[in-house]
């Protein structure tokens, strides 16, 4: 009896192995290896910047790179591609290698090989490595871009078997005149959190300047909704001239009134070349929280006094956008890229609303990706959430898309894998509102929220899928209070093993990158809304 239960238990334990095999195995692929293909720069491999890379193929072989790739027809961004180079073939590539994830790799199967296993999507590709059981499946597709030529990967259902992989490491670029404590880590690159740091920094300076604006300080200050604010208007000038010094295709500034409610927003457009009509939004309110009368019943660390500054909200959505759209505007995409600063959202949503109300002819949106309040979250000892919609039920996932994209960005290219597998078990356990609240370490939540207190809601309200970020909301004493400052978040940023400017930049490194990373599959590939 006891041969019988060994007999059978090496029978289950063969059954349940036989899918793996063939992820790294040996039989039927002797001739490829990690040697059968060289990156030239290997050694010298740049983490979150664009690099022009060259491989050189040692034996007839197929190349799945699953980074992020510049097409040399099309020379628009596409996510992956499989190439198949034979014997002794060069090949340069334009790739963006993760910003926050050194460990980066290619796969390599037989030359003309159109099936390829991937990881899931909320583990990184060498977590992938250690144990495949959880991953799925891609194939080879003809590129489907106006002048494209490499191949594009679309879901399949074969892995196709044996990969053998190509382990390499990244270093990211930083600025000499910074330390740790300074954030130096995520000071270069593309785009980077101490770019976002200094936008901030800057808007929220208070230092007096007679001659600086009607708000008389070096920022820009005062940015309240209202016909008889100077300031407000002094503030769209200044973001308008921004814009327009990126080089954008166009600059407007819309101004929107229906009865007592009125809106001024600033929006910057590169138009799509091969689907102009489709925008794809990235958005951000710059107005702040008015100062109001004494409400009767109101306590230190409780919201309602209004605010000068408006650091946290939402100076920091705005930075975002502004250091976005200052990258995008010198590349090529597919949709148009429409960067916005929308006014009145303190006011009930009136400038994004009254925006996505009025649409040009013809004009659709494909996506919307939104920055609110976000900052003061991991890796602080607070949660970052990611929040998408719009949220039909709370049982269920009903934008499954967009929350596979939010973990398939998360997992590898930002490494988050254990902090998203901690958000995601306090989500269920408690929903959105703990995390608005309490503190927290390495948490980082995606999920549908059950609210939308921002400006997402006026592009959910006209059946688009979103995105967006936020850290500590309700739980933050200066919520729309005069103590909204830059020095107020590096307090709230400071843990016991890093000053809070550090943390501070690499927070807004973390949601700049991961925003950018959405941008560029979004314009690859829309989200459906699939309510």
């Avoid at 995390?435 to 390495?442: F, P, Q, S, V």
């Amino acid at each position: 009896m006891a041969n019988l239960r060994l007999n059978a238990f090496s029978l289950m334990l063969l059954m349940l192995l036989s899918p793996l095999a063939g992820c790294f195995g040996e039989d039927g692929q002797d001739s490829i290896t990690a040697g059968s293909l060289e990156v030239v720069e290997e050694d010298s491999l740049i983490g979150g910047s664009w690099q022009k890379i060259t491989l050189v193929a040692k034996d007839d072989v197929a190349v799945f790179i699953p980074h992020f790739i510049q097409d040399p027809g099309s020379m628009r961004a596409q996510n992956g591609t499989v190439l198949d180079m034979q014997a002794g073939e060069t090949m340069s590539v334009s790739i963006l290698f993760p910003p926050r994830n050194a460990d980066v790799l290619f796969l390599l199967g037989d030359y003309g090989r159109t099936n390829w296993p991937i990881r899931a999507a909320d583990e990184s590709w060498m977590t992938w490595l250690n144990d495949s059981s959880d991953g799925s499946s891609v194939q080879v597709i003809e590129n489907e871009d106006e002048g494209g030529i490499w191949p594009w990967l679309i879901q399949g259902n074969d892995t196709g078997g044996e990969v053998i992989p190509l382990i390499m490491q990244t270093v990211r670029p930083e600025r000499s005149d910074l330390t740790d404590a300074d954030g130096v880590g995520a000071s270069d690159g593309w785009v980077n959190g101490r770019d976002v740091y200094e936008w901030v920094d800057f808007i929220t300076d208070d230092t007096p300047c007679a001659t600086c604006g009607p708000d008389g300080a070096v920022g820009y200050l005062d940015r309240w909704i209202g016909n008889a604010n100077p300031s407000y208007e002094h503030a769209i000038t200044y973001f308008e001239g921004v814009m327009q010094g990126y080089g954008l295709d166009s600059v407007e500034v819309h101004r929107f009134q229906s009865n007592t409610a009125w809106a001024v927003n600033i929006c910057g457009y590169k138009v799509g070349s091969v689907y102009p009509d489709e925008w794809l939004i990235f958005g951000a309110h710059f107005d702040i929280a008015p100062p109001v009368a004494y409400t009767p019943g109101a306590q230190v660390g409780v919201p309602g006094y209004g605010t000068r500054h408006g650091a946290y909200d939402n100076a920091a959505g705005s930075s975002m956008v502004l250091t976005t759209a200052s990258v995008l505007a010198e590349f090529d995409a597919r949709r148009t890229m429409v960067f916005c600063l929308w006014s009145s959202e303190e006011e009930g949503l009136w400038g994004s609303r009254s925006f996505a109300n009025d649409l040009p002819d013809g004009v659709t949106v494909s996506n919307y990706l939104n920055l609110d309040m976000a900052g003061v979250n991991y890796p602080g000892d607070y949660a970052l959430s990611v929040y998408l919609g719009p949220d039909g039920t709370e049982e269920a996932i009903d934008q499954a898309g967009m929350f596979h994209l939010a973990e398939w960005i998360g997992a590898d290219a930002l490494d988050l894998g254990y902090q998203m597998e901690r958000g995601r078990e306090e989500w269920l356990a408690g929903g959105e509102s703990p995390l608005w609240g309490n503190e927290y370490a390495d948490m980082v939540a995606i999920y549908e929220s059950p609210t939308a207190r921002s400006d997402h809601d006026s592009f959910q309200n006209i059946g688009v899928a979103t995105l967006g970020w936020n850290g500590l909301v309700d739980g933050y004493p200066c919520y729309h209070r005069e103590c909204d400052t830059m020095e107020t978040m590096i307090e709230y940023m400071e843990t016991d093993t890093s000053t809070g400017i550090n943390s501070l930049v690499h927070s807004w490194d973390i949601v700049t990158w991961w925003a950018v990373y959405a941008f560029l599959h979004m314009d690859q590939t829309p989200v459906p809304n699939e309510l």
